[in-house]
């Protein structure tokens, strides 16, 4: 017979019982907020469509890396769950899934995804082989009916507004589409925000780059092979963005680096950039130049600037070349702030306009240099753990690691950073309940008083958010 | 109604009953042992002439970059902190200090002032906007009497010995009039040594560098523009600072790389860097070179040498240019040993007449380079958890990740390294608190007997640090 | 009187009651399951030969790094203890270890040591000044009865399989004895088998290298001046070694640094080090491709590859000359995998026929380059927590730090990796403790089931060894 299936109340809870106590009461008080998201993957076709999702292997393995890179890591080829063009049969794909399930123990794709199979689509028995048709039946049925629809998701999971994320080229039609549903008499009110991802037309390596240039063109009428065509263009599409509600900019460089050349210097390396004629220091230094102008641009039409370095992408070359990117092949490295982001905060470091979120992959800097960082210039805040240290263990090492020296009002909440739609609430949940458990601890050793903690969970979970994000 | 401010007997103590207990009985055993503070930075004129401190703004907030680069970091200017040449009402910027003490929740600044706050001023009621005139004037009102001059609090404080910091170009004055009090029939017989910290006259890139060479010519009579006459100079200083009680010596440089130079080639050295035409490298080079100088003086005259390295200095550009140095905007940088401490290990490293203690502010070397040293070569010794890292998670982290390859016996006790005369009790008392919680962890789970524990919790409280000082 | 020597149950176990429970339950059921020692560094010779071991110095301290380290680093010399050529009186020796061994408290070593005396030998009082000759005399006395041969105590510890490391030129003369006595009617059924550690003929910086090509040519039959013999050489002897058990490979390189040269580039560079005209640079890039041909020999005849690196040897250059290797002095180093590992990865990563083992010092890419390297690669797996981190703390951190990330699935259990044979039982009980006190938190806190958890402490103590290593 099955095993139960149980979510149980104190989950991630610390044990020992006087701290989970005083936790449990914190996250009682928290645990119904609504979900703020402001970084994320969804795509908002879904919300402007409100199509049905699919079978469960389309919407829960297919497209979750942190599921297929697992398996693919213990011998499973991707063909066999359907990635890429395979034409892999969905009930075989989940079959493999299922019957591999004792790979996640311990992290937090098991979580999420045990969540979802109990609060979202009611099953009641451990996912395993032995129950592997029992749940994708269910929950392909499931996904088939009007409930299980984009929008009754987003109403149902208490969402008060989710940002997506788009590139410049992005015409916005879905967020357009949303907009005016939200506008009609008895339409939809789910507030979907769009933020902008320029990396596509930054990255002088990025795939495209120079038709992406072309195509910026286009869309905005600038010459984008001219500095100031350029620069005139990133201006327009942000002010764009920002009228499909985006508060904020991304991005997603290799290094944090940032460079703060004169006019003239920058405007000689963007000749060479677009030339073609650029070698890999050329292109770093122009990324870097870059951050310090996104800046430049936050300082006037206030969009909060986010950073995510430090990802080795598509580090898997033959996979890459048979399945392109985010196949889970996107390895962490060692990263540097201090020196990276001179540049840019000697020209901005103290404008009180300027808001910069710092995320890191490396935790080794949490202490060393991103708390000190944020305890000091008014433009800095953290960002939550990230990607691989959004977990149960890489938030405490956040907190054991970032409150001593950047207190808890130089941090921004928590962002799930996800296209698994259905595990938002999840996500949320695990954050809520870890930042309980750390300020129990605190509590309990006498370092924060009782309605401290209560104020701080709070602050943790709805307040920072709206305001780090401008929201 | 105002809350009450209560230090919690249990604060910082682990949460588990049994732990907690032999906690307790460990600290119990150790909390009114007098304090040794060998390393700090406390003024030697408080001593010597024993004025009073001034106002609560003067005295705990102006003087304090821990609080004053947090309010920084949420948007505060410090000319409204009465920092730099302000002319701030001090009322004023008591308050806003007090409108945002919620910022600090969760840092150690938070827990030295509550202490200061309710043990050393008797306050009742939490610090916050409802409080600030009270704290304000009752404090201030305090400091105006004899009770809390200098002195007495030394005395009230169970200060054993404490060390102040001088540089080679300070005549010590203050000191000789305290030793002069010493030695008067019923003068006071507080003891306070200074120690020898060289970077003014042995890092080319500090300010003033050549002028103080001049100086430190005037004040020796050997001529510092030469190689022989510098090393000369350094010596006789150090024999200066030894007769006014100092046992160590203290070296702050941005990384801690030592050189082992032919005498010719670091006389050639040398002559460069007097020249002036010297490059950065040269400069590293110099200072590299001067650590094993140093290190050879030690071996002569017995100075203990403390190298605190991997601070990145100002890195808030205009800030420094506005308000000088020490705003809270030194930012620690990754550092590495193994490779950068060779040259000098080459030279002293076996030599029993040598002391070195290594401090750090990456934590990644605890573990990984600092305790294998420290495990290994007999001159080396780890100074305690460091500045933002002196903190209860942070000496938690560092006794984890330090004790179990170098053991205790090659650390060296507690530094407060302070300026804030009176948080020095508050930040022992949690030094021993956190130490005594980590034997506790030991001892229940039978890694330790409890009178070993017993003997420990005495050691790391007030044997290691005279030992190893050699006071 | 001397205090109680006891090896409480719950040692190591957590201590909160809950989770103590659990854990104790966990570990009751996996305590006395056998031993699988697939990576050490034992000598064949003493199951070939089955001596008797010696003194209590000759066997416990003078071959122990561990212990002499500590002692050295509190200036006790190593002549004093017998250590080199010294003739040192063991009994002397022995009582300056017993009247210092307070320096070990809170290390792994007091922990293997002290169920060494109270498990192996039966001592009744805890070890010191007090005790020593008493323990000199039982140990020594002990080490001379039959019961205390290598054979015996291999039996009584339960041990199913060691692998002791040997190089290309051991003519593998004990293991091919091992065997002969494993074949002989009424013949001890140990079984030792071997593993191949090429460094002394891969590493152009090893003592001796071109000498030891010459006797790698000799023992051969091959010419290992020439690229394509030194090759053969090694398929030759690692099929020599697979005949004597080997089911793996080692490779202590100072970096993970690995390349992809094309054939004739590779031979070209061969050439130059064969040539000893080669700089450090080429020395490096020599190694590099090295672990690739490695790895592509271990696709074709199967050897796991286990990757070693991160130790600077000899550190202590003095020390080196007058007593050469493993004298304690051998220092963690800042290790990359990212980018080191990717021309291998680039060429072999996604073949399923190839297993490589990493191991690090670098506790700082844990979390950041090796959980995600081996949560996506078909081929990597993680080697325990090893050497300087083979301890509580060190095994605790390795859990927090990779599980999330990499799942349990892809680590390999525990290897005690050690010469110091009497403490093997203690070492594995050590890793068995701590990873069922990690799995009880995880059930405590409600993320994992009980029965997971029993599954996988049965799988980190012995299936996925068994599995990883192919034994």
């Known amino acids: 017979m099955a095993n139960i299936l149980d979510l149980h109340p104190d989950r991630l809870l610390p044990a ?20 703020v998201s402001p970084h994320g993957h969804t795509d908002p076709a879904w919300f402007a ?4 999702f699919g079978d469960a292997t389309d919407l829960l393995l297919k497209p979750d890396h942190y599921i297929f890179r697992m398996l693919y890591s213990q011998g499973i080829p991707l063909e066999a769950l359907g990635i890429g063009d395979s034409l892999a049969d969905p009930r075989e794909a989940w079959r493999l899934f299922a019957s591999h399930y004792h790979l996640f123990r311990g992290t937090p794709s098991r979580m999420w995804l045990d969540w979802v199979f109990a609060a979202v689509f009611g099953m009641k028995v451990q996912f395993g082989a032995a129950t592997s048709d029992l749940y994708y039946d269910s929950i392909t049925e499931s996904l088939a009916s009007e409930a299980f629809r984009p ?16 590139g410049p080229l992005d015409t916005l039609d879905h967020h357009a589409a949303i907009r005016a549903e939200n506008r009609k008499a008895g339409g939809w009110q789910g507030k979907v925000i769009t933020a902008y991802r320029p990396d596509a037309v930054i990255d002088p ?31 327009q599409r942000r002010a764009v963005f920002a009228e499909m509600g985006a508060t904020s ?6 290094t944090p680096r940032t460079a703060n050349l004169r006019p003239d210097e920058a405007a000689s390396l963007f000749a060479k950039i ?10 770093e230094l122009f990324r870097a130049q870059m951050l310090t102008e996104m800046a430049g641009m936050s300082v006037d039409d206030g969009l909060v600037m986010q950073i995510h370095p430090g990802s080795f992408r598509n580090h898997n070359a033959s996979l890459f070349a048979r399945f392109g990117r985010d196949k889970g092949a996107d390895i962490p490295m060692r990263t540097e702030f201090v020196a990276n982001l001179k540049p ?39 960002g939550p753990a990230w990607w691989f240290h959004d977990s149960p263990e890489g938030m405490r090492r956040f907190r054991h690691m970032t409150t001593e020296t950047a207190g808890f009002y130089n941090t921004v909440g928590f962002n799930d950073d996800t296209r698994a739609f259905l595990s938002i609430p999840a996500r949320h949940d695990v954050a809520r309940r870890i930042d309980c458990g750390f300020l129990a601890q605190l509590v309990v050793e006498h370092r924060l008083a009782d309605w401290e903690a209560a104020e701080l969970a709070r602050d943790l979970t709805y307040n920072l958010v709206k305001t780090a994000y401008r929201l």
């Open 274 to 283: 677009v030339s073609g004629m650029f070698d890999m220091h050329d292109a």
């Open 249 to 254: 900019s991304d991005h997603g460089h290799a």
């Open 344 to 382: 840019l905060l000697d020209r901005f470091g103290n404008d009180p306009r300027l808001s910069i979120i710092l995320f890191t992959l490396d935790e080794s800097v949490y202490a060393r240099e991103l708390a000190p960082l944020a305890g000091h210039y008014p433009c800095l805040k953290l």
């Open 16 to 35: 020992e019982p006087a701290t989970r106590l005083i936790a449990r009461q914190l996250y009682d008080s928290v645990a119904s907020l609504p979900i």
């Open 205 to 235: 390596e990025f795939e495209g780059f120079t038709a992406n240039l072309g195509r910026l063109s286009d869309l905005t009428g600038e010459d984008c092979f001219t500095w100031s065509g350029y620069l005139a263009a990133h201006r």
């Open 151 to 166: 929008r009754a998701l987003f109403d149902r999971f208490g969402i008060e507004v989710i940002a997506t994320t788009e």
């Open 49 to 52: 469509k409100n199509e049905a």
